[in-house]
Nanobody, 123 residues
Framework: QVQLVESGGGLVQAGGSLRLSCAAS????????MGWFRQAPGKGREFVAT????????YYADSVKGRFTISRDNAKNTLYLQMNSLKPEDTTVYSC????????????????WGQGTQVTVSS
């Protein structure tokens, strides 16, 4: 079991950057594949990116590929999402979660969801 707390969200102009963090409690963080999702009000969770437990493999949604970078520091029990070239359509709540199996781009394959952090991109 791992508890996750996101931070780093905020208000930024289009074209700007933000770095989200996901701090994990528990000694098993380094054994989890981790993912970032986002969810707009009234909509389902949308896959953003995932990273293998070792950091050796990463996968991205087409909508963020080339702009966002997922990374992790297992020594610090922290997951990151570097977001560059932000667009107004990136505005929503971003959450991290740990992967349990199945398709990596589906929210039902994850558990231990954090509370989320709001990202707002102004035009």
């Amino acid at each position: 079991q791992v508890q996750l707390v996101e931070s780093g969200g905020g208000l930024v102009q289009a074209g700007g950057s933000l770095r989200l963090s996901c701090a994990a409690s528990g000694r098993s963080f380094s054994s989890y594949t981790m993912g970032w999702f986002r969810q707009a009000p009234g909509k389902g969770r949308e896959f953003v990116a995932t990273i293998r437990w070792s950091g050796s493999r990463t996968y991205y949604a087409d909508s963020v590929k080339g702009r966002f970078t997922i990374s992790r520091d297992n020594a610090k029990n922290t997951l990151y999402l570097q977001m560059n070239s932000l667009k107004p359509e990136d505005t929503t709540v971003y959450s991290c979660a740990s992967y349990t199996g199945g398709n990596y781009n589906e929210p039902q394959s994850y558990t231990n969801w954090g509370q989320g952090t709001q990202v707002t991109v102004s035009s």
